[in-house]
């Protein structure tokens, strides 16, 4: 295959130019590592990935293999071309016509041969051939005019016979070009090989956090779908609620309404009845002929309403009224208690169905914390308790641990702590020292601490690497999270909203129990640390 088939065959079809660190994808086509990189990004926002060459779509981002055999093959490629454009960069001395790419250089006559002027060239010893080269003065000593044909090892310098025997590098231990030459090639192939291990540790780092940025956006995306199904199912069950209970607010005051129409029809009868009766009777009452008045045949009509029974009627109606005069409210809060039903399912379709359950464990504390009766506040004393010491109680910190350990699941718990002294809250195994410098939580590798620090700074710590936090922190509550499978403790600042202050990464290997550290009593009062229920 011609150079300039090869060299289109090589070349990348997005950047146009030679692989570099050529990847190929599942469907054969090869691509730059950073080219294809670069058009997968851009894919991610659509989810819809496809190959540049022949568009076959993936299901997945695809994963980037790469091509061992062509990375080598472009390598080459490209230093051989760099040899040629070196090559025909160098033409021949002689041939001042046209020019001719040089094969030689000589030393000696300072001159580039090509195929044909070398043949007819010296022979001779003194006229040294070397590659083509258009510094032939370097190769010759700038002192004495010679050629170059030693190394001194003292001064790291190439020089002539002359400087060897009658010049300043007299006596000084030198050796032949060719030896020293080999001897730096071995110094270079040493870094070259470590620098080969160093970029495939580079790559195999890349990939991995690829692949853990991939996981990372399939989580994320996971959880927002989930996050967006569970909102969407809040508003469904929620708007029902509303119609169901609107629909029996509108149901009882029809009702209600239907029932007060037939009272209130039944009294304008009743009204209009009365109405009539007093004009009678103030007709009646006008008259001045008494037989008259005694022989009107609607007086039987007129009797007295308190013997007709009238309190007896206005009564009825009153306890009618009585009974209708408001909505059944019982059975409207009774369809509104199933946003209980609702709130409970939106608690379970969260991370964590309620808080952790923590209680201290006595055995375990120091002798310098007082433990409360309910077994949730640490409060730091500077009479020392009497309890035995056994192996399991810390001893050389004011340290405490709880009951329960977690092996499993997504938990969280909130602390309450004291504005003064220096405190801290985290997890840790059960496995860690009770006493030295390694059984201070956060100060080794089986623990992980939220502390504030003798200048008021909040800090995280694990495995004695210390991080400052920057925020500033007004809040004396804060929310401890777990997430065991997935590695991760993290510490929440209980403001409103609810701020993220550090997560922690790690592969979990044994139960985590909360703990506790309580500093000094300060002279502004009690140092002291709560789990709230």
């Known amino acids: 295959m011609a150079s300039a088939d090869l060299g289109e065959e090589l070349l990348c079809s997005i950047c146009l130019s030679t692989f570099k660190d050529p990847v190929i994808l599942r469907c054969g086509h090869n691509f730059c590592r950073v080219c294809i990189g670069r058009v997968l990004d851009t894919q991610d926002e659509s989810g819809v990935y496809s190959c540049p060459e022949c568009r076959e779509e ?25 040899e040629q454009e070196e090559i025909t960069g160098i033409c021949c001395t002689y041939c001042v016509d046209s020019p001719v790419p040089a094969v030689r250089s000589c030393l000696h006559c300072e001159a580039s041969l090509c195929d044909k002027h070398l043949r007819s060239h010296n022979k001779s010893a003194e006229h040294v051939l070397s590659d083509p080269s258009t510094s032939l003065e370097k190769r010759k000593c700038s002192v004495h005019k010679e050629l170059l044909k030693y190394y001194c090892t003292r001064d790291a310098i190439c020089i002539c016979v002359s400087c060897s025997l009658i010049g300043k590098h007299k006596g000084h231990k030198m050796e032949s070009l060719d030896e020293a030459s080999e001897k730096k090639k071995k110094i270079w192939r040493n870094v ?6 160093k970029r495939e540790k580079t790559e195999e780092r890349v990939r991995s956090l690829e692949e853990r940025r991939r996981k990372a956006e399939e989580k994320a995306a996971g959880e927002a779908e989930r996050v967006t199904a569970l909102c969407t199912d809040i508003r469904r069950r929620v708007d029902d609620l509303e119609k169901k209970v609107l629909s ?29 009766k007093m004009r009678h009777i103030e007709e009646l009452c006008n008259m001045t002929d008494p037989l008259t008045l005694l022989q009107d045949p609607d007086t039987g009509d007129l009797c007295d309403p308190e013997e007709e029974g009238g309190d007896e009627d ?18 409207i809060s009774h369809t509104l208690h199933t946003l209980c039903e609702v709130i409970s399912g939106i608690r379970s379709g969260i991370y964590v169905v309620s808080p952790a359950d923590i209680l201290l464990d006595v055995t375990t504390a120091a002798n310098s914390l007082l433990i409360s009766d309910d077994l949730k506040t640490a409060t730091r004393t500077r009479e020392k308790q009497k309890r035995p010491e056994t192996e399991k109680r810390f001893h050389d910190y004011p340290q405490v641990m709880s009951r329960r350990g977690f092996t499993s699941g997504r938990h969280y718990w909130d602390v309450e702590s004291s504005r003064s002294g220096v405190w801290g809250v985290g997890m840790c195994y059960p496995s860690i020292d009770r006493r030295g410098r390694q059984s201070l939580i956060g100060d080794n590798n089986k623990s992980w601490s939220l502390a504030t620090s003798n200048n008021n700074q909040y800090l995280v710590i694990h495995d004695r690497k210390v991080i400052q936090l920057p925020d500033k922190i007004s809040s004396d ?12 403790l993290s510490f929440y600042e209980l403001c409103d909203p609810i701020r993220h202050l550090h997560t922690f990464t790690a592969s979990f290997s044994e139960p985590l129990h909360a703990a506790l550290c309580v500093g000094l009593p300060s002279y502004s009062g009690e140092v ?3 789990i709230c229920s």
């Open 477 to 488: 509550r804060f929310r401890i999270c777990l997430d065991y499978e997935a590695g991760q």
């Open 58 to 82: 993936f299901q997945e981002r695809p994963t980037l293999t790469r091509n061992i055999n062509l990375h080598n093959v472009a390598e080459r490629f490209l230093i051989t071309q760099q």
């Open 248 to 276: 029996e607010i509108s149901r009882q005051e029809k009702e209600e309404s239907l029932s007060l129409s037939a009272l209130i029809h039944q009294l304008e009868i009743k009204k209009d009845e009365l109405s009539r």
């Open 192 to 197: 070259l090989q470590k620098l080969i291990i």
């Open 528 to 530: 002291w640390i709560t």
């Open 314 to 331: 206005t009564g009825g109606h009153d306890k009618q009224l009585h009974d209708g005069d408001d909505l059944d409210v019982a059975v």
